[in-house]
């Protein structure tokens, strides 16, 4: 407990302890992070894929020592899947058996009405919590000791599902109508919920939660993640490679190259013993970094010119 004080005393001390787990961030993430914990509010990670929503979440579980449990989101997804399920052939195996005791359960009963009284006693058994299979989120809320729960690429899903979350985000509880409200243990779970922008996630989800986006980084901290993630990679192989992936957000793509992809290319180049960027190796590695064959096309021609330029460490930008 004195440990989880110290890491959440202040945002620079949230900012040390991310970066200690090698997630190099901004002061902007450090403080939502901060606000999530000590104000009990879940955050809605917004920005472009692969420039690290996720491992955010991961990283926190790990700071805190907590597990993570993860809800990955796509279109249909309701609350069978995300919340609980029953267990249907526990129930049909029950079923059976009390068909074939059916005569000793009814002993004693006296008239149709009085069976069915029975009969019913034994219905509200097969809706209990020993039939329940526990998804995600209600697993989250049953964390003795808490947790991180991570709802990944909320904009996948339907703006029904969204509904499902809003009793969840605001109160921390899940309503089952066999059973009740289920509400969270002692220790509420962290809530990290990620978005790539694919559509609009509505007015009444975004009320409940912090609000963060993270961009592509900047040259500067692009490199401290680099020397993180990659560190035996050479500094001056490590500058050009930052400065070649930042070139080519510049230029119209269909999918710009994100930091799991710098990442990546830095670990390719690495494996391939190089120590400065050449233009055959930029070309032979290109599909690490961009995932269209049309956006690789368009860079090969680009190529001599963006691999001269950062190499050179010469100013501005090559179009």
Known sequence: MQEIEQTTESVAAIRENLEAHRYICSDQIATAVYLAYHLRKPILIEGPPG?????????????????????QCYEGLDEAKAIYEWKYGKQLLYTQVLKETLEEVLQGAQGFAQSV?????????????EFMEPRPLLKALREEGGCVLLIDEVDK???EFESLLLEILSDFQVSIPEIGTVKATREPPMVFLTSNNTREISDALKRRCLHLYIPFPDVDLEQRIINARVPDIPPELRRQLVSFIH?????????????????????????????????????????????????????????????????????????
């Open 51 to 71: 420039v690290g929503k996720t491992e955010l979440a991961k990283t926190t579980a790990e700071m805190f020592e907590l597990p993570l449990i993860r809800l």
């Open 117 to 129: 009284n029975r009969l019913h006693e034994f219905g509200d058994i097969f809706f209990s919590e």
């Open 157 to 159: 899903s339907d703006h």
């Open 247 to 319: 070139e080519l957000r510049d230029l119209d793509l269909k999918k710009s190259p994100a930091i799991s992809e710098t990442i990546d290319w830095a670990r390719t180049l690495l494996l391939l013993h190089a120590d400065s960027l050449d233009p055959q190796l930029v070309r032979d590695t290109l599909n690490v970094i961009l995932k269209f064959q049309e956006d690789i096309e368009n860079v090969n021609g680009e190529v001599m010119a963006i691999t001269s330029k950062v190499v050179a460490n010469q100013p501005g930008h090559v179009r």
